[in-house]
């Protein structure tokens, strides 16, 4: 009978950059939003201060995640680099070298050896790029990618608490930006922990609760500082 395991740790490294930037989205522009309105400022002013934090928020994400993952690039290579170097000088210190991590591994030595030369065998700078170094030699790093990816995410997160402000103009905005955005992440924790696989209350939860905290401290700021138009 055959059995297999459906693993989710492969979806983590897109599922963090896709979740990281529409939380910044919602939360930013929320909260900016909220921050303004409660200064008294005219819709006019609240919906240009939203659309700036959003062409800002996005830049800088798209920004930082390129510089981010671009300097991780940077360092994979080196060490490609380093550990090709070091497969041409002597080649038999780094077969010992990678069998000392299998029997680290719980392997028998001589085992432990044997596998050393035969995944060496067949390509040396991966075995040691994979077992030594903990990378691949095709490189994970894809610096426009994540660039593209974060700016879009925080784009649609920050397009929502926008939308809510300029359907919902009044008295009433910043609780209603406040309700839908809450609901926005819970909606988001919730959809990131089922794909992830852990707790879908944990998950939405945790994220509201920050959201909640980070909209009442700029609310607290825009009313300490606010002015009478």
Same mark, same amino acid.
Do not use: C
């Given at each position: 009978? $055959?059995?297999?395991?459906?693993?989710? $740790?492969?979806? $983590?490294?897109?599922?963090?950059?896709?979740?990281? @930037?529409?939380?910044?989205?919602?939360?930013?522009?929320?909260?900016? /939003? /909220?921050?303004?309105?409660?200064?008294? &400022?005219?819709?006019?002013?609240?919906?240009? !201060? @939203?659309?700036?934090?959003?062409?800002?928020?996005?830049?800088?994400?798209?920004?930082?995640?390129?510089?981010?993952?671009?300097?991780?690039?940077?360092?994979?290579? !080196?060490?490609?680099?380093?550990?090709?170097?070091?497969?041409?000088?002597?080649? *038999?210190?780094?077969?010992?070298?990678?069998?000392? /991590?299998? *029997? @680290?591994?719980?392997?028998?030595?001589?085992? !432990?050896?044997?596998? !050393?030369?035969?995944?060496?065998?067949?390509?040396?700078?991966?075995?040691?790029? %994979?077992?030594?170094?903990?990378?691949?030699?095709?490189?994970?790093? %894809? =610096?426009?990618?994540?660039?593209?990816?974060?700016?879009?995410?925080?784009?649609?997160?920050?397009?929502?608490?926008?939308?809510?402000?300029?359907?919902? =103009?009044?008295?009433?905005? /910043?609780?209603?930006?406040?309700?839908?955005?809450?609901?926005?992440?819970?909606?988001?924790?919730?959809?990131?922990?089922?794909?992830?696989?852990?707790?879908? &209350?944990?998950?939405?939860?945790?994220?509201?609760?920050? @959201?909640?905290?980070?909209?009442?401290?700029?609310?607290?700021?825009? %009313?300490?500082?606010?002015?009478?138009?």
């Amino acid at each position: 009978m $055959s059995h297999s395991e459906a693993h989710r $740790s492969h979806r $983590s490294g897109w599922l963090r950059a896709a979740v990281l @930037g529409a939380n910044d989205g919602i939360v930013s522009t929320a909260s900016l /939003i /909220i921050g303004v309105a409660a200064a008294s &400022t005219s819709q006019e002013g609240i919906l240009l !201060a @939203g659309v700036a934090g959003l062409v800002a928020g996005a830049m800088s994400m798209a920004a930082g995640e390129y510089v981010s993952v671009s300097s991780q690039s940077d360092t994979e290579k !080196a060490d490609l680099a380093m550990e090709k170097r070091s497969l041409e000088q002597d080649v *038999e210190f780094e077969q010992a070298e990678l069998a000392s /991590i299998y *029997e @680290g591994r719980g392997l028998e030595p001589t085992l !432990a050896r044997q596998v !050393a030369e035969q995944l060496m065998a067949h390509d040396a700078l991966d075995a040691h790029a %994979r077992d030594e170094i903990g990378i691949s030699v095709t490189g994970n790093a %894809r =610096p426009v990618q994540a660039a593209f990816a974060s700016a879009a995410t925080f784009t649609i997160g920050a397009a929502l608490p926008l939308l809510v402000a300029w359907s919902l =103009p009044g008295d009433q905005l /910043i609780l209603f930006v406040a309700l839908f955005s809450l609901l926005f992440l819970a909606l988001l924790g919730g959809i990131a922990a089922r794909v992830g696989g852990a707790s879908i &209350t944990v998950g939405a939860v945790r994220v509201t609760f920050w @959201g909640a905290l980070a909209m009442a401290l700029t609310a607290g700021v825009g %009313r300490l500082f606010g002015v009478d138009l």
